[in-house]
């Protein structure tokens, strides 16, 4: 029973020690303020979907594009960072940055889809 509580004393260490081992060892994909942020713009989604004219039937495919994204960086959250991840990521977040500003601009500032289609297209095209 002794040899039970010298293993247990060994492997008390405080969720802040492992983590702080980890971060000083591992770059991740995603920094902790990346992380952040995608929580934060996720709980924004959840607040904009509460207006009327999310609800358009035309919108719903770009909403569930915006939230599969957020859900795959949360769950990108303990990979590691390499050079050919991160370039993905950020292809990546320039497509969530497009899909944020087509919803807001046809729900909150109520212009039409075709029309910021058209600008999203003219802009990638320049």
């Given at each position: 029973m002794s040899t039970l509580t010298t293993i247990e004393e060994e492997q008390e260490v405080s969720v802040e020690e492992i983590s702080e081992t980890r971060d000083s060892e591992i770059e991740l994909l995603l920094s902790?303020?990346?992380l952040r942020d995608v929580y934060g713009k996720k709980r924004s989604l959840e607040t904009l979907l509460t207006h009327p004219r999310a609800k358009t039937v035309s919108l719903q495919g770009y909403?569930?594009?915006?939230?599969?994204?957020?859900?795959?960086?949360?769950?990108?959250?303990d990979l590691k960072h390499?050079?050919?991840?991160?370039?993905k990521l950020e292809g990546s977040m320039k497509r969530v940055a497009n899909l944020e500003?087509?919803?807001?601009?046809?729900?909150?500032?109520?212009?039409?889809?075709?029309?910021?289609?058209a600008e999203h297209k003219k802009r990638m095209t320049q």
């Amino acid at each position: 029973m002794s040899t039970l509580t010298t293993i247990e004393e060994e492997q008390e260490v405080s969720v802040e020690e492992i983590s702080e081992t980890r971060d000083s060892e591992i770059e991740l994909l995603l920094s902790d303020e990346e992380l952040r942020d995608v929580y934060g713009k996720k709980r924004s989604l959840e607040t904009l979907l509460t207006h009327p004219r999310a609800k358009t039937v035309s919108l719903q495919g770009y909403i569930n594009m915006l939230t599969t994204y957020y859900d795959a960086f949360i769950s990108y959250q303990d990979l590691k960072h390499t050079k050919k991840e991160r370039e993905k990521l950020e292809g990546s977040m320039k497509r969530v940055a497009n899909l944020e500003d087509l919803l807001i601009r046809v729900i909150v500032r109520e212009e039409k889809l075709l029309t910021v289609l058209a600008e999203h297209k003219k802009r990638m095209t320049q």
